[in-house]
């Protein structure tokens, strides 16, 4: 054997003990690899469990602590309450919620908001989710739900009887 091929086999040999070395060490890094990835993800999800669940507790703290002033208490006296019939053949329910003075539950389709009376320059009453970001205002004439997130009318020209009466009374005073 010449000193080339001496040389090239002790390469090799080199090589192949380098590639067992690696192929002993590959299936402890691989199986580490896993677990690791998996602790990675439970540990991320369970810090979003616990971010999620303080955002709830948070969110209902927020309502409990919504306190209802005089101001709005007064406010909520002036709220047409029951079904309204509005535009489209379409509806919306505004009941008081038992137990919570000042707070309205207002059903449109299949969607309930608690709402509460926010004070107006105008005069108009009107009740905010603000979680939601919906809005019920009623006038004299007419009621109208408002996502006011986007500030687009959901539902217009709804109209209580009490709003009815209204607008014939004042029909009956332009006569």
């Known amino acids: ?17 380098t590639a ?12 580490a690899k896993p677990a690791k ?7 991320a999800a369970s810090s979003r469990d616990e971010l999620r ?3 709830k507790g948070m969110a209902l703290a927020q309502e409990t602590a919504e306190a209802v002033s005089a101001n709005q208490l ?20 505004v009941d008081p919620m038992p137990n919570q003075p000042g707070h309205f539950k207002v059903g449109y389709k299949s969607a309930s908001y608690t709402m509460v009376p926010e004070e107006t320059t105008t005069g108009a009453v009107r009740l905010q989710d603000k979680r ?10 007419k009621s109208m739900l408002m996502n006011s997130k986007i500030g687009q009318r959901m539902v217009d020209s709804c109209v209580h009887a009490e709003q009815r009466s209204n ?6 005073l332009l006569r």
């Open 1 to 17: 054997m010449n000193a080339t091929t001496a040389f090239a086999t002790a390469v090799l040999l080199s090589f192949a003990g």
């Open 20 to 31: 067992a070395i690696a192929q002993e060490a590959a299936p402890k890094t691989a199986a």
């Open 37 to 43: 990835v998996a602790a990675a993800k439970t540990a």
């Open 53 to 55: 669940s303080q955002a």
């Open 74 to 93: 007064a406010i909520a006296q002036r709220v047409h309450t029951g079904k309204a019939d509005c535009e489209f053949s379409q509806s919306v329910s």
């Open 132 to 141: 939601a970001g919906v809005m019920w205002l009623q006038i004299a004439n």
């Open 167 to 172: 607008v014939a009374t004042a029909q009956g």
